[in-house]
């Protein structure tokens, strides 16, 4: 399978990038990002268990692809690295790589959203901008963060809180670096995956009913099927409202305003990205079902679709009063006032502001028993 979908940014200037999808083409990435021209030399960001795993494999590909000069930065991996500390490190060793000093540099990111993010945030200041190259290896990277143009670094308890919008030229997936995910990380993707279920496709959220067994057991026809449908539906929506300006884009945020409260709230240890937003799009749901907006049975639906898919749908080891309090450094709340994705059915959201707090304590609550 070999598959391209497009992002179209047409303004201010054509920006729009394609997003190359396949299965065992790692060992082809340097031929095809050569081809795209967008840089002479060639700085990799990767983490220390991607580097371990995909490493040697891509840089041998991009050497063959033509690129004669290459650079290589490894972070430690998991979320501590994608700091402002991180962030000057490679700022620095990116420096002393690009030893001409013609921005000739092309930036590529191996691995999940720490890289990532991170990575995309390093190019679109480096100089005041020079080119990316997004190769995502996790699920959540290939549904979500791997494409998209937000980069950032966390701050304080803030996740995401410095970045900015900088597009790659490409993102290039291959699909079976699925095979070497431990599956905890398979199931945070999952996740997300099922959010976009929620938010505007229900006909990929009966599939992930029917095929939940089949997707924890890895059967890549099953991820075959549904990565393809996350991308095109990211893609659509990045090209609609690609700064989040216009509450489209702002969709993809269901379960994350209750979710990011949460993984702050349990200081980024105890739950997974995918588990967190688990719980706060059953809190998201939960808030509307008391606003009337949700019915039980589709409440219920979720829930399941969750449990099934071996996430959490019981949150243990914070208080409600630490989750609200989290919640106030949420991007999303403005002048004081908060504002959630709910749901008004599988395939359906809207934006609400300014739920009464007890709304949302009571839903949160609800989880907690
Ligand atoms: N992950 C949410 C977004 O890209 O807008």
């Given at each position: 399978m070999l598959k391209t979908i497009k992002v179209k940014l047409n303004t201010p200037a054509d920006r729009s990038y394609s997003i190359v999808i396949g299965r065992g083409i790692m060992k082809d990435a340097g031929k095809t990002l050569k081809k795209l021209g967008a840089g002479r030399d060639l700085f990799l960001i990767t983490d220390s268990n991607v580097n371990r795993l995909y490493g040697k494999t891509a840089l041998k590909s991009f050497r063959s692809g033509g690129f004669e000069n290459t650079g290589k930065f490894v972070i430690n991996a998991g979320e501590a690295g994608k700091s402002l500390d991180s962030f000057l490190k490679i700022q620095g060793a990116l420096y002393d790589f690009d030893r001409s000093g013609d921005r000739q540099v092309v930036v590529?990111?191996?691995?999940?959203?720490?890289?990532?993010d991170l990575g995309g945030f390093i190019a679109g200041t480096y100089k005041r901008g020079i080119s990316f190259i997004q190769i995502p290896t996790t699920l959540l990277g290939f549904v979500d963060c791997g494409l998209g143009g937000k980069t950032a670094v966390n701050f304080r308890e803030a996740k995401n809180s410095i970045g900015i919008f900088w597009q790659p030229k490409l993102v290039y997936m291959d699909l079976d670096t699925l095979k070497t995910l431990p599956p905890r990380e398979i199931k945070s993707g999952?996740?997300?995956?099922?959010?976009?279920?929620?938010?505007?496709a229900p006909t990929l959220f009966d599939y992930l009913e029917f095929n939940s067994d089949r997707l924890l057991a890895l059967d890549m026809a099953s991820y075959e099927k549904i990565i393809p449908v996350c991308v095109k539906i990211k893609a659509d929506i990045t090209s609609a409202d690609e700064r989040d300006e216009k509450d489209i884009r702002i969709m993809l945020n269901f379960g994350h305003t209750a979710g990011h409260a949460i993984e702050a709230a349990t200081g980024y240890r105890k739950y997974t990205h995918g588990e967190a937003i688990s719980l706060g799009m059953l809190i998201a749901g939960g808030i509307s079902k008391e606003l009337g907006l949700f019915r039980d049975a589709d409440l219920f639906r979720l829930e399941n679709l969750i449990d099934n898919l071996g996430l959490p749908v019981k949150l243990t080891g914070c208080k409600v009063s630490s989750v609200l309090e989290a919640m106030k450094h949420d991007k999303k709340f403005?002048?004081?006032v908060n504002r959630f994705i709910l749901p008004v059915k599988i395939g359906a959201c809207k934006v609400a502001d300014n739920i009464p707090e007890k709304v949302i304590a009571k839903a949160i609550k609800s989880r907690m028993v």
């Open positions: 590529v990111t191996l691995g999940g959203g720490v890289p990532g999952l996740a997300e995956t099922l959010k976009y279920g929620v938010i505007c403005k002048s004081g």
